[in-house]
T-cell receptor, first 113, second 111 residues
């Protein structure tokens, strides 16, 4: 059973470009969470999604950031018009929903030049 | 006040000793508690979960929960250099499976 998959693992963007991060949850998991981690800091919750629904986006900036988890395909975190402050590691986690244990993907390291 | 608080460390212990990591949380309605280990540049991996007051043991790891004091800890017995990592405490309040993470405690186990 494959774990949580994220791609790309590393992403470099110039200021003003768009960043698109993908997350495929573990098989059988219908709940996806996105977190951001700055260097030497803890994980900050961004958004919690189920298939075709955003359950809680209270941790996500209201501008430039959006997330989706379509019926088919991976969950996508989209950052428009990136700025240097968006440089961070972005982790996706999934859970089956019947328990609350989360399993993390390897992360996407975003660097904004 | 942060939802989950941890000392950032670093906590240094000699090989073979017991490492004690502590975490406090602010919301009394919190229901589930987790310890994750994160090596530098890697993703968090789940070590232990605990839901009831008392101790829970798994190999060299023991999680301890005291809901009255809003305190959860992780003990690592016979610490090994490979245990050197940052340990993250996470708390779930039960509202839509929203998790709150502490900033982590860095553990150094010296050979």
């Amino acid at each position: 059973n494959a774990g949580v998959m994220q791609n790309p693992r590393h992403l470099v963007r110039r200021r003003g470009q768009e960043a698109r991060l993908r997350c495929s949850p573990m098989k059988g998991h219908s709940h996806v969470y996105w977190y951001r981690q700055l260097p030497e800091e803890g994980l900050k919750f961004m958004v919690y999604l189920q298939k075709e629904n955003i359950i809680d986006e209270s941790g996500m900036p209201k501008e430039r950031f959006s997330a989706e988890f379509p019926k088919e395909g991976p969950s996508i975190l989209r950052i428009q018009q990136v700025v240097r402050g968006d440089s961070a590691a972005y982790f996706c986690a999934s859970s089956p929903g019947d328990t609350d244990t989360q399993y993390f993907g390897p992360g996407t390291r975003l660097t904004v030049l | 006040q942060k939802e989950v608080e941890q000392n950032s460390g670093p906590l240094s212990v000699p090989e073979g000793a017991i490492a004690s990591l502590n975490c406090t949380y602010s919301d009394r309605v919190s229901q589930s508690f987790f310890w994750y280990r994160q090596y530098s540049g890697k993703s968090p991996e789940l070590i232990m979960s605990i839901y009831s007051n008392g101790d829970k043991e798994d190999g060299r790891f023991t999680a301890q929960l005291n809901k009255a004091s809003q305190y959860v800890s992780l003990l690592i017995r016979d610490s090994q250099p490979s245990d050197s990592a940052t340990y993250l405490c996470a708390v779930n309040r039960g509202d839509f499976n929203k998790f709150y993470f502490g900033s982590g405690t860095k553990l150094n186990v010296k050979p």
